[in-house]
């Protein structure tokens, strides 16, 4: 069964709220919030604000930036925002890529390397946080002791963790350890700090994918697996919408549309990808942004 994901930032309240009550009512299954300080709103602030219009919709950062949070803030963010959603939330992770944010904290952005390793430590000593244990590291990526949750505690069990990347290391942690693996499609950072190369011919998302499973070996529950959708568009002509996107990343138009990352098309062929993305894939999950709500909505999917 085919889920969706919504990404969204608050303008002011009214919205944010009516937003939160639409996507809940419409059947996204989670509203997820970005994380990028200093230059969008604070995702767990927007996401208790959210919980309280709503009942059933999960609700998580996509992602928080593990470089530049520390476990014991992010888990009582998390547990916090657990506890006024009444179960609600989610862990959502990723190794971070601006380096401006890093800078922002009186760090410098370490290396590919250093970046996975802070991750994975990350979001091993958060979840340890969150389920109760005490904790003490010391590494050069992470260094913490005796940190302890003791209130609020999470209403759930386990809370859920999404880790977003596209990296081979973390992608086979996230297999072994995940709930979801998001498959961001990113490649290098590009020198704006914002921007990427992309990873979405098909025969790197085969790769990534591989990595996922070689984690998840054994695991009787493997991670679902969950695509970012940067463009979504319910259109007769396929061809003209993606040709100037297929040509910015130097693919082809069809390698373009084979992507998971562009739902464009009919209704029709756009739920046909979906199947073809589940079989070839094991992608289950989409995460969309506003641009996209009622093109999702018109699939009838939710």
Not at 38 to 58: D, N
Not at 256 to 273: M, N, Q
Request: with cysteine; aromatic share 4%; net charge negative.
């Amino acid at each position: 069964m085919t889920s969706f994901a919504l990404q969204a930032q608050p303008a002011d309240a009214a919205s944010w709220l009516e937003l939160a009550a639409r996507a809940e009512a419409a059947g996204f299954d989670t509203l997820q919030a970005a994380d990028h300080p200093g230059s969008c709103a604070a995702p767990y602030v927007a996401l208790a604000a959210a919980a309280a219009v709503t009942s059933r919709i999960q609700l998580g950062a996509y992602v928080a930036n593990a470089g530049v949070r520390e476990p014991i803030l992010l888990a009582t963010d998390v547990a916090t925002l657990d506890v006024v959603s009444g179960g609600r939330a989610t862990l959502g992770l990723g190794a971070g890529h601006t380096p401006a944010e890093w800078l922002a904290v009186g760090r410098e952005r370490p290396g590919v390397g250093g970046r996975v390793d802070r991750c994975v430590a990350v979001a091993e000593a958060t979840m340890a946080l969150l389920a109760g244990d005490t904790v003490t590291v010391h590494t050069p990526h992470l260094d913490m002791t005796e940190a302890r949750l003791d209130k609020p505690r999470p209403v759930q069990d386990r809370v859920p963790l999404l880790l977003g990347t596209a990296n081979s290391r973390l992608l086979r942690w996230a297999g072994t350890h995940a709930d979801i693996v998001g498959l961001s499609g990113f490649g290098r950072t590009l020198p704006d700090g914002h921007s990427h190369e992309a990873r979405w011919r098909s025969e790197q998302i085969d790769a990534q994918v591989e990595q996922v499973g070689l984690g998840s070996a054994g695991r009787t529950d493997p991670p679902a697996l969950e695509a970012l959708v940067q463009v979504m568009q319910i259109t007769d002509d396929a061809e003209a919408v993606v040709a100037p996107h297929a040509e910015e990343l130097g693919m082809s138009v069809s390698e373009a549309l084979d992507a998971p990352f562009l739902l464009i098309g009919t209704v029709s062929e756009i739920r046909a990808a979906i199947e073809r993305h589940e079989k070839r894939w094991g992608i289950t999950r989409y995460a969309v942004r506003m641009p996209a709500f009622d093109a999702v909505t018109a699939l009838g999917l939710l």
